[in-house]
C-alpha cells in the first residue's frame, strides 16, 4: 500500500511539474514561467537600472573590480590551502577530473573555509543577490572550479536549474549564481561563456537519469546537458558572451542561462569560487527524477 501511494505522488508531481525534463525520447524548448528579477528596483539595491535591466534581458551580469585587492588576496591564500589539502585528499568534496587524479572541483567551501564562509555573507554581495532573488537567500551549493594553465578541462554547456530541479528539488527559477575570479579571467584561458537571453527558455533534455548521477556527472557531464541541435539554434538567435576580466570581478547569472567553459590549453591558470544563492521561497522539494537526494555538499537542505 505504502508503495502504491509513493508512486501515484511521484506521478502526481511529474503531472504538475512546471519544467519536466528526461522524460521523453525528444527534447523540447519550454517558455519561462517565472521572472527573472523578484525584487522592486531601488537605488539600495546596489545596481543602477541598466546594471538591473541588462540582467533581466541577457540573465547575467559582469562587475569589475567588485572585490577589493585585499580580499582577492584573501581568497587566494584559502583557495592555495584547500587545493594543497584537497590534492592527497580522500573526501567527497573533491572532485577530480575525468582522466587523472587532477582536482577539478572542491564542494562546500563555504562550510569548510572561514574565508568562504565570510564571503557567503559579504554585504554588497549578499544586498544585490537578494534583490535579484526578492527577499531572504542562503547557499544551495559552493565550490571552487580549478583550470591549471595547459591541462584544465572543459565543462559542458548546460543549464544549472535543469539539474538542480531533476536531481535536487528545486521547485523554481529563483537561484542563481555568482562566479568570483580569483585569476585574471581572459578569452583563451576556458572563461565562462554564456548564451545571453537563453535563460528565458527551459530546455527540456532527453535520457533518464541513472542512479547516484552526480558521482559521473561532476567529473563529465552526459545527463542533462542540451542536445546539438537545440543548442545550434539557440546559439543562432543569441550568441554567445564571455564575460571576462581580472581577479577581483564577478559575474552573476541567471539558473536557468545556457552556460559552459573550453578547456584551457594556454599557461595562464584559470580559478574561479561559485557561490549559489536560492530564495528562501524556493527550498528543494524531493527530486523531480523520482530518485533519493544528492549529498548535502552538493545541494543544502539543512538549515544554515
Not at 559582469?62 to 588576496?73: G, K, Y
Not at 533518464?208 to 563529465?220: A, G, I, N, Q, V
Not at 580559478?271 to 549559489?276: A, G
Amino acid at each position: 500500500m505504502m508503495m502504491a501511494k509513493a508512486t501515484t505522488d511521484l506521478k502526481s508531481r511529474i503531472v504538475q511539474d512546471a519544467y519536466p525534463s528526461r522524460m521523453s525520447s525528444k527534447p523540447a524548448i519550454l517558455e519561462r514561467k517565472d521572472p527573472v528579477i523578484y525584487g522592486e528596483w531601488s537605488p539600495s539595491s546596489l545596481l543602477t537600472r541598466e546594471q538591473s535591466d541588462f540582467y533581466e534581458r541577457n540573465g547575467y551580469l559582469f562587475m569589475e573590480s567588485f572585490f577589493s585587492e585585499d580580499e582577492v588576496a584573501q581568497l587566494k591564500q584559502a583557495l592555495g590551502q584547500m587545493w594543497n589539502e584537497a590534492r592527497s585528499a580522500d573526501a567527497p568534496e573533491v572532485i577530480r577530473e575525468p582522466d587523472s587524479d587532477e582536482v577539478r572541483s572542491i564542494f562546500a567551501v563555504h562550510r569548510n573555509a572561514d574565508t568562504f564562509r565570510s564571503l557567503a555573507s559579504h554585504p554588497k554581495l549578499k544586498r544585490i543577490v537578494d534583490y535579484l532573488l526578492g527577499g531572504p537567500t542562503y547557499v544551495h551549493q559552493s565550490r571552487i572550479n580549478l583550470k591549471p594553465g595547459f591541462t584544465g578541462k572543459e565543462f559542458y554547456w548546460h543549464s544549472d536549474f535543469e539539474t538542480w530541479h531533476v536531481e535536487d528539488g528545486m521547485p523554481r527559477m529563483r537561484a542563481l549564481s555568482c562566479s568570483i575570479a580569483l585569476e585574471d579571467n581572459f578569452s583563451f584561458n576556458g572563461p565562462l561563456m554564456v548564451v545571453p537571453g537563453s535563460h528565458k527558455k527551459f530546455i527540456s533534455c532527453v535520457g533518464e537519469t541513472p542512479d547516484d548521477h552526480y558521482k559521473d556527472s561532476l567529473r563529465r557531464q552526459q545527463y542533462g546537458v542540451p542536445d546539438q541541435g537545440t543548442l545550434t539554434d539557440l546559439v543562432r538567435e543569441h550568441g554567445i558572451d564571455t564575460p571576462v576580466g581580472k581577479a577581483g570581478s564577478i559575474v552573476f547569472f541567471d539558473c536557468n542561462i545556457m552556460h559552459g567553459s573550453n578547456s584551457n590549453i594556454s599557461p595562464m591558470p584559470r580559478s574561479n569560487v561559485f557561490m549559489v544563492f536560492n530564495s528562501e521561497e524556493n527550498r528543494l522539494e524531493a527530486p523531480y527524477s523520482g530518485q533519493k537526494p544528492r549529498p548535502e555538499y552538493i545541494a543544502a537542505r539543512q538549515q544554515p
